[in-house]
């Protein structure tokens, strides 16, 4: 098995036939076929089943494919360093960060580390908690910034900011309070909630809690959309502090909640146990020494 054999398996898997493969590839189909049957013939088992337009994986195949992405994914990325390293670039650092946390990283904690070391070039991935850390978990990534809560797992991670969460709406929502900076739990029953996702267990508990209802009008995992329905007057969203840069300030008001005690503590994971670029060790120096 090399390198080329896994790139046209992975080809053939994500445009559904050999022939498509080829096309994408600038190759002919019967080489390719042959490279398939060889694959299979050094496995030991059927990876495809072809049907008259299309194939369809196997079990083996299904599992081969997912390795074969991670591996690929390290060997290029591995070359890529290689190739930074002797054009004097220090190296690349790869952060998967939630929607929620992406202006306020950029701003704190980027670009002062950038400043100090301009070489240094950036892959970013933005994708929910669960996603970044199954790509943290196959070295896809450096580190996965995230909020709590977030599941238990034998990484570490360095908190970066604690924070409150905010209600975000129009001011027609808030024709009760005004003038205050601060709204109250009992006050937001009356309006339409959009609330981002990952809040929902703890706030629901907190209002049984309080004997509170609320008009839960949208749900999404995204700050961004919970905004962007914000925007548009369509209710008061629910968001940390540091998302409401998203918020059009001219057509929406921002107030803390004053008689809940949400708090939200922005994260940055890392796997101890796996290779550490130096250029990974600088930036954890960088962020301890904050």
């Known amino acids: 098995m090399n390198l080329n054999q896994l790139e046209y398996f992975i080809a053939v898997v994500n445009e559904g036939n050999i022939s498509s493969a080829a096309k994408r590839l600038h190759m002919s189909q019967p080489p390719l076929s042959n490279h398939m049957k060889l694959l299979e013939n050094e496995i030991g088992c059927m990876l495809f089943e072809r ?86 978990k196959s070295n896809r990534l450096d580190f996965a910034l995230i909020r709590t809560p977030f599941p238990v797992t034998s ?42 996702r990952r809040w ?11 004997q509170i209802e609320w008009d839960i009008f949208c749900k999404s995992d995204d700050a961004r959309t919970t905004l962007l329905w914000a925007n548009e007057g369509l209710g008061v969203g629910i968001v940390p502090e540091s998302a409401i840069c998203f918020a059009d300030t001219e057509r929406t008001v921002v107030k803390s909640l004053s008689n809940a005690t949400l708090r939200s503590t922005i994260s940055l994971m890392y796997n101890p146990d796996t290779y550490q670029s130096s250029t990974v060790k600088l930036f954890l120096e960088f962020l301890n020494a904050m």
Request: hydrophobic residues 40%.
């Open 51 to 136: 049907g008259a337009r299309n194939i369809r994986l196997t079990e083996a195949g299904t599992i081969l494919y997912n390795k074969a992405i991670v591996i690929v994914d390290l060997v290029h990325s591995t070359l890529q360093d290689i190739e930074s390293y002797k054009k004097g670039i220090t190296g690349t650092l790869r952060i998967g960060v939630v929607s929620s946390t992406g202006t306020i990283f950029l701003k704190n904690w980027l670009l002062p580390f950038q400043k100090m070391h301009p070489s240094i070039h950036y892959e970013i991935l933005e994708a929910n908690t669960y996603e970044l850390l199954d790509q943290l």
């Open 155 to 196: 990484y570490k991670y360095i908190n970066l900011l604690e924070e409150s969460l905010v209600a975000v709406g129009h001011s027609r929502y808030f024709q009760n309070n005004e003038t205050l900076d601060q709204v109250t739990l009992e006050e937001l029953s009356n309006v339409p909630i959009l609330l981002y």
């Open 200 to 210: 929902e267990s703890i706030l629901i508990s907190l209002l049984e809690e309080k």
